[in-house]
């Protein structure tokens, strides 16, 4: 299967001045961005469009979100980043047991975001090419 040069980045999230920013920070790092704006677009184009990282920025009541991280992880290893305004322990904590890969606190710097989006793909990519290895619990 031929490499792509771009990396697939689904973004869920209501907010159009967030796809805005995104697409600005990420477009010339070779990030193809992709906006959907309900949990039902989020997983019909998770499971046709084969996203590198996909980004949940839901507006919605958190256990929407998580509904939708779990109803995601049961298809997908793609790994998943919260975006989300709240810096609570207790909800960071539940986004990580829905399945959620990484979770950042907004607002964050484009740069910020890059490192995460970077730090993600190299372990999706590491875990793909030795799927022997396992998490040390």
Not at 50 to 56: G, R, S, T, W
Not at 102 to 109: E, R
Request: proline share 7%; with cysteine; aromatic share 6%.
């Amino acid at each position: 299967m031929p490499i792509r040069a771009t990396r697939r980045l689904l973004v869920i999230d209501q907010d159009v001045l967030g796809e805005n920013f995104l697409k600005q920070s990420l477009e010339p790092e070779g990030y193809e961005v992709i906006r959907v704006s309900s949990s039902r677009e989020g997983i019909l184009t998770s499971q046709t469009w084969n996203p590198d990282v996909i980004i949940i920025n839901l507006m919605q009541p958190a256990t929407d979100g998580w509904k939708l991280c779990q109803l995601i992880r049961m298809y997908s290893e793609a790994p998943i980043l919260v975006l989300a305004a709240v810096s609570d322990p207790h909800s960071v904590a539940q986004w990580l047991d829905a399945g959620a890969d990484d979770y950042l606190t907004k607002p964050c710097s484009s740069d910020m975001l890059i490192a995460h989006l970077q730090k993600l793909m190299r372990r999706f990519a590491l875990k793909q090419n030795h799927p022997s290895l396992s998490p040390i619990h």
